[in-house]
């Protein structure tokens, strides 16, 4: 299994452009979830998905749109960037949510995006 | 979800147990307390996980109060590839489905 993969590693952008984040998972997780870290702090969760065709805002939506359209991907689009949006992003998946060992999460290595 | 109390940040000296504490006193009874790490700019990494009971594997240990409301991690013999930040997460279906990390501790293992 390759775990969660994060594409690309580093972007820079500048502001207005839009772009996708991808993510990906090959463990059959019915959970998936996108978090922004910024220098210093910890993880906000942006937008979470419970399956395929299922997703709800976390903590910081704004500026940011998913969709998920197959239970393996999960896209995190910036739709104008802003110098805000500067951050490191981190994508998750667990098998299914609720507790338990099955909610345990599994993270990818992240995407390191700067906004000029 | 219930909310946990972390302090910011603590040192220990390499070789011995490093104690984390974890308040979650609005706790309610079908919750699982978890535990991460992120060390440097890495992904976050599973620890371990309880509901009730005392649970122990290879990296930790976690001890749930009776009465539920705190926990601690316990990581036996501290070395200097535990620098880390460590959350401390409840999750359970009472909640939602929204897996909030929080702040953390930041542990500084010292040689």
């Known amino acids: 299994n390759a775990g969660v993969t994060q594409t690309p590693k580093f972007q820079v952008l500048k502001t207005g452009q839009s772009m996708t984040l991808q993510c990906a998972q090959d463990?059959?997780?019915?959970?998936m979830s996108w978090y922004r870290q910024d220098p210093g702090m910890g993880l906000r969760l942006i937008h979470y998905?419970?399956?395929?065709?299922?997703?709800d805002q976390g903590e910081v939506p704004n500026g940011y749109n998913v969709s998920r359209s197959t239970t393996e991907d999960f896209p995190l689009r910036l739709l104008s960037a802003a110098p805000s949006q500067t951050s490191v992003y981190f994508c998750?998946?667990?098998?299914?949510?609720?507790?338990?060992?099955?909610?345990?999460?599994?993270f990818g290595p992240g995407t390191r995006l700067t906004v000029l | 979800d219930a909310k946990t109390t972390q302090p910011p940040s603590m040192d220990c000296a390499e070789g011995r147990a490093a104690n984390l504490p974890c308040n979650h006193s609005?706790?309610?009874?079908?919750?699982?307390v978890y535990w991460y790490r992120q060390i440097h700019s890495q992904g976050p990494q599973y620890i371990i996980h309880?509901?009730?009971n005392n649970e122990t594997n290879e990296m930790a240990s976690l001890i749930i109060t009776e009465d539920r409301k705190s926990s601690t991690l316990i990581l036996p013999h501290a070395t200097l590839r535990d620098t880390a930040v460590y959350y401390c997460?409840?999750?359970?279906?009472?909640?939602?489905?929204?897996?909030?990390f929080g702040t953390g501790t930041r542990l500084k293992v010292l040689a």
């Open positions: 609005t706790i309610s009874g079908n919750e699982y």
């Open positions: 463990m059959n997780h019915e959970y």
């Open positions: 998905s419970v399956g395929a065709g299922i997703t």
């Open positions: 309880g509901l009730k």
């Open positions: 997460i409840v999750r359970g279906i009472s909640g939602t489905y929204k897996y909030i």
């Open positions: 998750a998946s667990s098998y299914s949510p609720g507790g338990g060992i099955t909610d345990t999460q599994y």
